[in-house]
């Protein structure tokens, strides 16, 4: 039964209205409610698979890389065993972080407060003065660092889950949160850079889900990225475009095309003729008959942007983002930056300008777009404002999913907000459950037929 989940003197907002499906209006108060904030934490990171690194940033035994689960810290750590382990970051003695490095090697965890000695598998290994202190009266076997309740990985990309009861990590993935990792692999083997590209922007994380699936704003927004020549109007903002959805709210969404359109650039693979710089380059990275297996008959003619429900988003330029919560009004970017391993010199020096100077902390892009999320954020906290709804209703009941006899389906149209409508409402549904049983029995199913 449906309920709105938040009771307080304080503040309001009645899940079950807060978007409606069949109109695609939208409730902004979801942006900026406190406790809609604290229940987002418990009922969709607590509860959903989080990603947390790549193999190739953890190698070796001792290896750690620190990253988080909704608010919770938890360091990522391989052991001498081979097994990477997800520890939350936090000291059961007073809550102390015993890891304050964002990554790098050790053969243990020290807390820097009274020095308790944590194994890499998060057992409480070593206590100062326990004898004396303590005088037998400490059984460490129960004060290790509290591990993530399942942790796995797909292709190398781990994930973590806090919560026992989640379905393994390839049911959660699906077909389309596979795909969208499968499309950082057409060039074969990946390796993660050292370090991370981290900023925060004075926005809710969900403005930032939002406008990855938004190719409405490329033209006003980037109008300048477009002047001094960094993106080319094909590539931000074609006329075809996919949108393929994924059971628990995973999406893709952006440039795809046709049948026809895929053979003549095909064609022009071969001939070398025609003017389509951008979607040739895309393509010319699908021809290998094994990769296009790998995505699938819709899915290598996406070219679009995944989102790996909740808050992971892969983009073509060799990068994916976290945007990770902190607070309703603030969110903090991490940008992983890759290359295939087996990339020319000259490819990955352009791959990494391309990683420096478009997304992240000095990209030109990520600076109009996070302009207008925190102003989006900003709109949603005025007394008067925020009352107002939003709406995210663009190509509704417009447009129809077509299904490949291989079980891929997507909607091939124009530009458009079905991901948006999508994010909301299996966004909603995770809110509205109350375990991951509740979720697996009242969640939608991706659409059939008119959408
Ligand atoms: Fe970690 Fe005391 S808080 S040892
Ligand atoms: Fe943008």
């Not at 060039?187 to 938004?214: E, Q, S, T």
Request: one cysteine or more; charged letters at 20%.
């Amino acid at each position: 039964m449906p309920a709105a989940i938040i009771t307080s003197d304080r503040a309001s907002v009645d899940l079950d209205a807060c978007y409606n499906p069949s109109t695609g209006v939208l409730d902004r108060r979801i942006f900026t409610d406190r406790l809609v904030y604290e229940e987002e934490l418990k009922r969709i990171f607590g509860r959903g698979w989080n990603f947390i690194c790549h193999d190739s940033q953890i190698p070796d035994p001792g290896n750690f890389f620190v990253s988080f689960i909704g608010e919770d810290e938890v360091i990522a750590v391989r052991d001498r065993t081979d097994k990477v382990n997800v520890l939350l970051n936090s000291c059961p003695h007073r809550g102390n972080t015993v890891c304050r490095a964002e990554l790098g090697t050790t053969k243990s965890f020290m807390c820097s407060y009274h020095g308790w000695n944590f194994d890499l598998d998060g057992s409480l290994v070593a206590v100062p003065n326990e004898e004396a202190f303590y005088k037998g009266g400490l059984d460490k076997k129960d004060w290790g660092l509290e591990s993530a309740a399942k942790v796995e990985s797909y292709k190398g990309f781990y994930f973590a889950t806090l919560d026992p009861d989640a379905p393994s990590l390839l049911d959660y993935l699906g077909w389309v949160g596979k795909l969208g990792i499968d499309m950082m692999l057409v060039d074969g083997p990946i390796r993660f850079l050292d370090g991370v590209h981290k900023n925060r922007l004075k926005c809710n994380w969900k403005f930032a889900v939002d406008n990855l699936y938004d190719w409405y704003h490329v033209k006003v927004s980037h109008g300048t990225a477009f002047k001094v020549g960094l993106v080319t109007e094909e590539a931000m903002a074609p006329n075809d475009q996919m949108v393929i959805l994924g059971e628990y709210g995973h999406g893709i969404g952006g440039p795809g095309l046709t049948v026809e359109r895929q053979a003549e650039f095909d064609q022009r693979q071969t001939t070398g003729e025609g003017e389509s710089q951008w979607y040739d380059l895309q393509a010319s990275h699908r021809t290998d008959p094994a990769t296009r297996e790998m995505l699938g008959p819709i899915g290598h003619r996406s070219f679009g942007h995944p989102n790996i429900f909740p808050n992971l988003w892969v983009t073509h330029t060799r990068q994916m983002c976290l945007r990770i919560p902190r607070g309703p009004f603030e969110t903090e970017i991490w940008w992983f930056n890759y290359l295939p391993v087996n990339l020319p010199a000259a490819q990955s020096k352009q791959s990494i300008f391309t990683h420096n100077h478009v997304f992240g902390p000095a990209g030109f892009l990520e600076q109009d777009d996070g302009e207008n999320w925190s102003h989006s954020t900003r709109g949603a906290r005025g007394t008067q404002s925020k009352n107002r709804p939003l709406n995210i209703s663009m190509g509704l009941g417009q447009d129809a999913v077509s299904t490949d006899p291989s079980g891929q389906s997507g909607i091939e149209t124009v530009v458009n907000e079905h991901g948006q409508r999508w994010t909301y409402q299996c966004w909603k549904e995770w809110m509205q459950a109350d375990s991951w049983q509740d979720l697996m029995n009242n969640h939608s199913t991706p659409p059939q037929g008119s959408v």
